[in-house]
């Protein structure tokens, strides 16, 4: 029953940010290359904090917003470690980071 529930917050959440577990895949690389030595605790708490600092959700849905976070980190986490193992914040970081942070070029852009 309670999974029914995070899936159905997480489900309206994405409704109003579209590109939510874009932002939580972002801010997972950050924390990996940020503080690498600290635990998967500190990291994932690191990640909701950011996000709640960035996003703001209906206020009907702000009770709820550390469940949503911490239910969209524990996805995004378990599926890059079904992916690449439990070192997937090398190998996605150096595949995706360079991709996010590169400076825009003005051709790019029309």
């Given at each position: 029953?309670?999974?029914?529930i995070?899936?159905?917050?997480?489900?309206?959440?994405?409704?109003?940010?579209?590109?939510?577990?874009?932002w939580?895949?972002?801010?997972?690389?950050?924390?990996?290359?940020?503080?690498?030595g600290?635990?998967?605790?500190?990291?994932?708490a690191?990640?909701?904090?950011?996000?709640?600092?960035?996003?703001?959700?209906?206020?009907?849905?702000?009770?709820?917003?550390?469940?949503?976070?911490?239910?969209?980190?524990?996805?995004i986490?378990?599926?890059?470690?079904?992916?690449?193992?439990?070192?997937?914040?090398?190998?996605?970081?150096?595949?995706?980071?360079?991709?996010?942070?590169e400076?825009v070029?003005?051709?790019?852009?029309?």
């Amino acid at each position: 029953m309670f999974a029914k529930i995070k899936r159905w917050l997480i489900a309206r959440a994405e409704k109003v940010v579209p590109s939510l577990r874009l932002w939580v895949l972002q801010i997972v690389l950050e924390a990996e290359n940020r503080i690498p030595g600290e635990s998967g605790s500190d990291k994932r708490a690191y990640v909701i904090k950011a996000l709640d600092e960035l996003i703001r959700l209906p206020v009907w849905l702000e009770p709820f917003d550390g469940m949503i976070f911490g239910a969209l980190v524990d996805l995004i986490c378990s599926r890059l470690n079904a992916r690449y193992g439990h070192i997937w914040g090398d190998v996605v970081s150096k595949d995706v980071m360079p991709v996010v942070s590169e400076e825009v070029r003005p051709d790019e852009l029309g």
